[in-house]
């Protein structure tokens, strides 16, 4: 097994992000310039004394360079699970160079050419968080992902909003469904290369993707649909999946029944209203154990906080955020909740099953990066996509599992953060981002 054991805390892994890696010049892939492009608008622009300064003063006092960078709404097409034609929206982040890291490519024989890292956000409840709504917000941690990516590592960023957020509000959000989860990625990708294309930056092929918990499971739908049906038009270097439900079936089987504590009822819920709008033969009146099921998808409409949701269902509590307070049997009826764990044909089991992203054979390279105490995504999610990664013929120098210990996050969990799942992202982000760059600059091969 070729498995890291992480003990990096969030502020030690700038250190080790390889921010003056060479960026290759080479064209490894043809680019496929979406022709579903249609509208961009710059949103803020960050400039490299503003990051440098931040990065000096928060994380490398000793950093000397950083680069500026300007964020992007792009507009495009795509579709949403029925197939019918949207618009949706995400941002592009796009770095610059100072003039001092263009001579310091040219004295080494280089040229400035950008590498992309598709990065797939987790679970959100309101609109606000969506990444073209939240990119302005100071000290959102949207901007923290630009800055690490972008401002720090020099990668050009593309960041779906998902459907159901950003200008598709008025859609619902297919929450853990891989079909349309890959492709609304997809389609962002191709309109952020036909707008470099259009604006003349030289985008080198190479594309990165990553994602943490919903955004995980996204990432290993979009890089699967890429390498078996994109292969021609998209390089895909590498692939940082982190701590995604890629085995929905599996979760779920854990999660409905009436003995299991729910650790966050609000993502259980998501689940159902996901599922219910998405198929005709899956009923949320005969599942969930709240009366009104138009009330129900209401509360998934972007305007609500996860907490809210938690209270508005009946199974939270407000002095802890609804944490740990009830068993499923509070939100699940009862008696699907038998259905469900004594029929095989559970229409809802049939369609998990479906929607599972684990069984396939990469051929880029992998790194599945999860905290070992992960409590709402457990860590063998991660375990038996490798396992099964390996079994189909991956080769195994390709393929790697990064075991996140809970000690590396002992500081950051108290009544506030009390989840190892939340507090894990920060670290998992940094060792993405550092193994990244060790690919581009060819450390590691």
């Known amino acids: 097994m070729n498995k890291t054991i992480l003990k990096l805390k969030y502020i030690v892994f700038f250190t080790i992000v390889l921010l003056f890696a060479a960026c290759s010049s080479e064209n490894e892939g043809k680019n496929s310039v979406g022709n579903n492009f249609v509208e961009a608008k710059v949103l803020n622009e960050v400039s490299a004394s503003t990051n440098l300064a931040y990065i000096q003063a928060s994380f490398k006092a000793n950093a000397t360079n950083a680069f500026s960078y300007k964020s992007i709404k792009i507009k495009y097409k795509t579709k949403n699970q029925e197939g019918n034609e949207v618009l949706a929206s995400g941002i592009l982040i796009l770095p610059t160079p100072t003039q001092a890291y263009l001579d310091f490519l040219k004295s080494n024989g280089k040229t400035f050419s950008i590498s992309t890292i598709v990065e797939n956000h987790g679970t959100i409840f309101t609109n606000a968080e969506a990444p073209s709504n939240e990119i302005t917000t100071v000290g959102s941690s949207i901007q923290g992902t630009a800055l690490l990516m972008s401002g720090f590592a020099g990668f050009a960023v593309v960041m779906p909003d998902y459907l159901g957020y950003g200008d598709s509000n008025d859609s619902y959000h297919p929450y853990i469904l891989k079909k349309t989860s890959a492709k609304v990625s997809i389609d962002m990708l191709r309109a952020s290369v036909a707008y470099m294309t259009n604006n003349n930056i030289i985008f080198n092929g190479q594309v990165y993707i990553s994602g ?14 890429l390498e078996e049906n994109y292969s021609s038009s998209f390089n895909v270097k590498a692939l940082a999946a982190m701590a995604g439900p890629y085995d929905v079936k599996a979760l779920a089987d854990k999660e409905i029944d009436e003995t299991r504590t729910m650790e966050y009822p609000a993502f259980l819920a998501y689940l159902s209203h996901s599922y219910t709008k998405a198929y005709s033969n899956l009923s949320l009146k005969d599942s969930i154990v709240y009366p009104n099921t138009d009330i129900f998808h209401s509360f998934f409409d972007g305007s609500k906080s996860g907490t809210v949701i938690n209270l508005s269902l009946g199974i939270g509590d407000q002095t802890n955020g609804g944490y740990k307070v009830e068993k499923a ?16 044909n559970n229409a809802f089991k049939v369609r998990f099953l479906e929607n599972n992203v684990f069984d396939w054979t990469p051929r880029s390279k992998v790194n599945l990066i999860h905290c070992k105490d992960d409590e709402i995504v457990p860590f063998s999610m991660s375990q038996t996509a490798y396992d099964k990664f390996i079994s189909n013929g991956a080769s195994s120098t390709n393929i790697t599992l990064s075991e996140i210990p809970s000690s590396v996050l002992v500081q950051q969990i108290d009544a506030t953060h009390p989840f190892v799942h939340s507090n894990c992202g920060s670290t998992a982000y940094g060792a993405a981002v550092s193994w990244f760059s060790k690919i581009r600059s060819g450390e590691i091969k």
Do not use: P, Q
């Not at 049997?329 to 095989?344: A, G, Q, W």
């Open 212 to 225: 943490y918990s919903e955004g995980g499971y996204v990432a290993m739908s979009m890089a699967k649909e």
């Open 329 to 344: 049997d509070k939100l699940f009826n009862i008696d699907f909740i038998n259905d469900y764990k004594s029929n095989v």
